[in-house]
Nanobody
Framework: QVQLVESGGGLVQPGGSLRLSCAVS????????MGWYRQAPGKQREWVTT???????TYSGTVKGRFTISMNNNKNTVYLRMSSLKPEDTAVYYC????????WGQGTQVTVSS
């Protein structure tokens, strides 16, 4: 069974940085893409960023220039480096991986507050 394990969330002050990780296990199939969504309290889940197995990265307009996604050489772990964090970045961040279908992580809380 394919599983995604996320880590790295926490509390950070505005302007600070944080790095999230997401590791895939339980499959030998190729992963076509990985990325992140987030969901703030009372809001719908929104797409944040995607990285393809080719290395191509895309970002939502709200995080472009502040967030950076990367993938390890084995293409089974993705990282999200978040910088210049704002209170409005506060949300539960969900990792996804596109194998034969989309698989989701359990979510990790990121809180940006002074």
């Amino acid at each position: 069974q394919v599983q995604l394990v996320e880590s790295g969330g926490g509390l950070v002050q505005p302007g600070g940085s944080l790095r999230l990780s997401c590791a895939v296990s339980g499959t030998s199939l190729s992963i076509n893409a990985m990325g992140w969504y987030r969901q703030a309290p009372g809001k719908q889940r929104e797409w944040v960023t995607t990285i393809l197995s080719t290395g191509r990265e895309t970002y939502s307009g709200t995080v472009k220039g502040r967030f950076t996604i990367s993938m390890n050489n084995n293409k089974n772990t993705v990282y999200l480096r978040m910088s210049s964090l704002k209170p409005e970045d506060t949300a539960v961040y969900y990792c996804f991986a596109d194998v034969r279908s989309r698989v989701w992580g359990q979510g990790t809380q990121v809180t940006v507050s002074s």
